[in-house]
Each structure stands twice: as structure tokens, then as C-alpha cells.
């Protein structure tokens, strides 16, 4: 069993940034892919940025320049970090946590991020 724990969200005005983490635990081994996915008012979960097994991450277009994903590796923990934040960057923020040794995938709680203007 592994649990996920996702943290770090807040309020902030247009142009800050955040930093959210993902911490997992329980049996975890050293490969596991992460994602980062968003449910933003009236639209559907979209994913943000992902990292693979070897660290390659990808970004999705909405937030490339702006968002960067990072892994602590002995801490079980991803981070995103958020700058430039917009407005419509808004909503609940999940991590998404992959074992690739056990096959065991795990959806965090999410963490509210609101971008005032």
C-alpha cells in the first residue's frame, strides 16, 4: 500500500508562485513515475506535467516556462513548482503517484491553488 499526500497550495495574486509537494508512503520502491493534474472550474482533470521513471519530464504547453517538476528521490517526494501564476491557473491540483516495480498507482488528495487578479 502506498499513500500520497499532496501539499503546499494557497492563495496568491496573479504573478506569484507556489510551490506543491508530493510526498509518498509505504511501500515504495526507487521507480515510480509521478503526474501532476488539474481540475479547474468547469473543466475537466487535465494533466500539467508528468515524470517519467528516468526524471525526463514533460510539460504541458498551458504551462511550459512557467511550472517546473522535480523529484527528491530519498524523500519519496515531487514537487511543482508554479511561478508566473495566472488566474486561470486556478483549481485543485492532484498528484498522481506510479510504482513501476509493484504495478501500484496512487491519486493524492488534492491541493487548492487560486490565482486572484
Known amino acids: 500500500q502506498v499513500q500520497v499526500v499532496a501539499s503546499g497550495g494557497g492563495l496568491v495574486q496573479l504573478g506569484g508562485s507556489l510551490r506543491l509537494s508530493c510526498v509518498a508512503s509505504g511501500a515504495v520502491s526507487g521507480h515510480v513515475a509521478a503526474d501532476w493534474y488539474r481540475q479547474s472550474p468547469g473543466k475537466n482533470r487535465e494533466q500539467v506535467a508528468m515524470?517519467?521513471?528516468?526524471?525526463?519530464?514533460s510539460l504541458a504547453d498551458s504551462v511550459q516556462g512557467r511550472f517546473t517538476m522535480s523529484r527528491d528521490a530519498p524523500k519519496n517526494t515531487v514537487y511543482l513548482t508554479m511561478n508566473s501564476l495566472k488566474p486561470e491557473d486556478t483549481g485543485l491540483y492532484y498528484c498522481?503517484?506510479?510504482?513501476?516495480?509493484?504495478?501500484?498507482?496512487?491519486w493524492g488528495q488534492g491541493t487548492q491553488v487560486t490565482v486572484s487578479s
Open positions: 515524470m517519467a521513471s528516468g526524471g525526463y519530464v
Open positions: 498522481y503517484w506510479s510504482d513501476i516495480d509493484t504495478g501500484a498507482s496512487q
